[in-house]
């Protein structure tokens, strides 16, 4: 071979700038870099995924299973490209940095624009898996040419070093680059660090082995994936504002990226006034003009259970405020607690004008208590009794939810309930979801409770259901202090009611180790 067709040395042209020992420390430095890069990517894709999409437990393992089989084919195509190890390597550095970088802005772009999310999320996982596999090969042949050893010792060197980068890429994901940079600047921020660290192998460590023209050539394509990158996250805001918008019929009015979910707040002009809509992880958690119905159904039968002398209700979500709206409407009410997972919600719900003429200010009532916590885990924690449980949850769409759907769940909330007191849990819809809806009846008894179903219209949501439980059996009825907008006893009554198409199943109660309510809930939306 000669120099023109292999990237070789001789005497006088060393392999590296640097001495050999400096140059090892040099690759192995990049191999850690790559590493923490390529898990990177990988996590920013599974959490996309479970942002826009839920259930993280399969896009854990679509994204994972492509990936590492990609991996397998780029270890084999990679062979023919040891004859030119520093030249391969930097071509597939750039590619990985300029494909890995954007990957989630073309991820969301796919989601918002053409729905082909999944498919375009498998696509990507490959290519990038391809070019990770094809990562060790290239850089084993680099090592061994700084400093001859046997195989056994240079793969041990190699693998330790990029199960140390694994690591902290894995780290470095959830703790640092989504709390400063958010989903679409942190994958570019990745690309760039991918992007720099391969620039130095090649440009600085193994400089010697590249003709001119090779660097030039190089020097070019890293630039332009630089700039590529920059203007992307330049662009990047502008860019999630548009896509943003493209997903939801009304114009958006706030929007927030929290470490939980993304909150977007819709509202149009009507003829009866405006028409404000809460999505939460592009899912609507109620509009406006007819929230008010959903409210009173969800709050005021379990109420009914209040003590006139005086007693305590236990929210768990809800971090809009509107339930606990209906709550305070009752005088004999000594105290309500409200516990919300995310932060941001309730800072939004007391900030934000729309929300708060919504809420009514319910937030900061002298006998509300807001709580910033998990509710599995304040639940388990807690030592408090309730007279009135609501359980205000986002559906059980996805793993973080489908917990809050459990017998082992249910099974702590009783523990907190007074032995006349009552829960209700919002059940999706006994008509667009039915094994859902009784799924989550099945499970309250399977935690020791008695229901009692009941189901409503509310017109942005269609024909809606709740599970009103206690201890014994509760009666469905109304003892408000106030008339309300929309329900009344005779309303109630009939609420109770299911029709033949819709009456009850008989299906297995949901539980942490079997969450069939998961898998019940993904199944039976995917037609509507």
């Not at 193994?206 to 662009?235: E, W």
């Not at 009850?504 to 898998?519: E, F, G, H, K, Q």
């Amino acid at each position: 071979m000669t120099p023109e067709t292999t990237e070789t040395s001789t005497a006088d042209s060393p392999l590296s700038t640097l001495r050999p020992r400096l140059a090892r420390s040099a690759l192995l430095a990049v191999v850690f870099i790559c590493a923490a890069c390529g898990l990177a990517y990988e996590l920013a894709l599974i959490s996309l995924g479970s942002f826009l999409i839920g259930n993280t437990a399969t896009q854990a393992s679509i994204v994972l299973s492509v990936m590492v089989f990609a991996m397998g084919i780029g270890s084999l195509a990679a062979k023919p490209l040891q004859r030119w190890p520093a030249t391969a390597f930097a071509i597939i550095e750039l590619l990985l940095a300029f494909i890995g970088g954007l990957s989630v802005l073309a991820l969301y772009a796919a989601f918002a624009y053409l729905s082909i999310y999944t498919s375009a999320m498998v696509v990507i996982a490959f290519v990038l898996g391809l070019l990770i596999g094809a990562e060790i090969p290239l850089l084993m042949v680099l090592l061994q040419k700084i400093r001859r050893q046997d195989a056994g010792s240079a793969v041990a060197d190699m693998f330790a070093v990029d199960y140390v980068g694994a690591l902290v890429g894995g780290l470095c994901f959830p703790f640092l680059l989504l709390p400063m940079f958010g989903q679409l600047r942190g994958a570019l921020v990745v690309g760039l660090v991918n992007a720099t660290a391969s620039a130095f192998l090649v440009f600085v460590v193994f400089a010697p082995m590249l003709s001119r023209v090779r660097r030039a050539v190089l020097g070019g394509a890293t630039l332009l994936v630089v700039a590529a990158l920059i203007g992307a996250m330049v662009f990047s805001d502008r860019f999630e504002v548009t896509a943003r918008q493209a997903l939801y019929r009304d114009p958006v009015v706030a929007a927030e990226r929290t470490a939980y979910q993304e909150i977007v707040i819709t509202e149009r002009r009507t003829a009866s006034g405006p028409d404000t809509r809460l999505f939460l992880n592009g899912d609507l958690q109620f509009s406006s003009v007819d929230e008010y119905r959903y409210h009173e159904a969800l709050v005021h039968p379990a109420m009914a259970a209040l003590p006139d002398r005086g007693g305590r209700v236990l929210i768990l979500g809800g971090g809009d405020g509107l339930a606990l709206r209906e709550v305070l409407r009752y005088p004999n009410l000594d105290a309500v607690t409200l516990v919300e997972l995310d932060p941001e919600m309730i800072s939004l719900s007391r900030t934000d004008p729309r929300l708060k003429r919504l809420n009514e200010g319910s937030l900061d009532a002298p006998r509300a208590s807001v709580v910033t916590a998990d509710a599995f885990s304040w639940i388990r924690e807690s030592r408090d009794s309730f007279d009135v449980i609501i359980i205000d949850m986002p559906d059980p769409d996805d793993t973080a939810t489908a917990k809050l759907y459990s017998a082992e769940f249910y099974g702590m909330v009783r523990s907190h309930l007074n032995p006349t007191g009552s829960i209700v849990v919002q059940s999706g819809s006994p008509y667009f979801a039915p094994q859902s809806f009784w799924c989550i009846g099945s499970t309250l008894t399977e935690a020791g409770l008695r229901t009692v179903p009941f189901h409503v219209d509310v017109p942005a949501f269609g024909d809606w259901g709740f599970h009103l439980a206690g201890r014994t059996a509760p009666a469905l009825r109304l003892n408000a202090p106030s008339p309300l907008r929309f329900l009344d006893a005779s309303t109630l009554a009939a609420a109770g009611s299911f029709p033949p198409d819709r009456g009850p199943m008989n299906v297995p109660a949901s539980t942490l180790m079997d969450p069939r309510i998961l898998r019940y809930a993904q199944s039976e939306w995917t037609a509507y």
